[in-house]
T-cell receptor
């Protein structure tokens, strides 16, 4: 138990659906992250929020839309996804982005399947 | 260009031996380097952090070295056990208020 929870743990959706992934951290951290990890591939950083402000968007398609209403919660809104978006979506948090303060604590992930 | 490389995609060793994993980087000047463990279908778990002015860090059966001249970190697991089988990721803390940069990982299999 890392103090970072993600819901749902598994999600199957059609290409025309709209769904949201939720992440919550109970660590008092100020930075939160979304990563994508496809099967047997490395982590791909998608979005970073620091003190509720988005600081990174790594050329992520607009069908993925993040939302960070406060420092404890992070959402990833999904719409009109493609089958190649099927992956493990991981949320992480860290104290902040400062050097030495950015050790990341990951949630268990949401396994997403797009049909 | 900036690169972070972990020596091999997969490493097989026999139980009881020491596993050594390598992380090399170019065109970075990290203040810290971190190592994580990831089991299949789960998020990575933080293991150890080493600062640029530290040569070595230990935690139980784990040892990490950091050579800023060679631009390399070595991660050792002594007396390895099948339960140590996982993917191990190194991550650079490049300072300047930026996120960690993760390597692709090395998948370690410890064979009984």
């Amino acid at each position: 138990e890392t103090g970072v929870t993600q819901t749902p743990r598994h999600l199957v959706m059609g290409m025309t659906n709209k769904k949201s992934l939720k992440c919550e951290q109970h660590l008092g951290h100020n930075a939160m992250y979304w990563y994508k990890q496809s099967a047997k591939k490395p982590l791909e950083l998608m979005f970073v929020y620091n003190f509720k402000e988005q600081t990174e968007n790594n050329s992520v398609p607009s069908r993925f839309s993040p939302e960070c209403p406060n420092s404890s919660h992070l959402f990833l809104h999904l719409h009109t996804l493609q089958p190649e978006d099927s992956a493990l979506y991981l949320c992480a948090s860290s104290q902040d982005l400062s050097s030495g303060g950015n050790t990341q604590y990951f949630g268990p992930g949401t396994r997403l399947t797009v049909l | 260009s900036q690169k972070i490389e972990q020596n091999s995609e997969a490493l097989n060793i026999q139980e009881g031996k020491t596993a050594t994993l390598t992380c090399n980087y170019t065109n970075y000047s990290p203040a810290y380097l971190q190592w994580y463990r990831q089991d299949p279908g789960r998020g990575p778990v933080f293991l150890l952090l080493i600062r640029e002015n530290e040569k070595e860090k230990r935690k139980e059966r784990l040892k990490v070295t950091f050579d800023t001249t060679l631009k390399q970190s070595l991660f050792h697991i002594t007396a390895s056990q099948p339960a140590d089988s996982a993917t191990y990721l190194c991550a650079l803390d490049t300072s300047g208020n930026t996120p960690l940069v993760f390597g692709k990982g090395t998948r370690l299999s410890v064979i009984a």
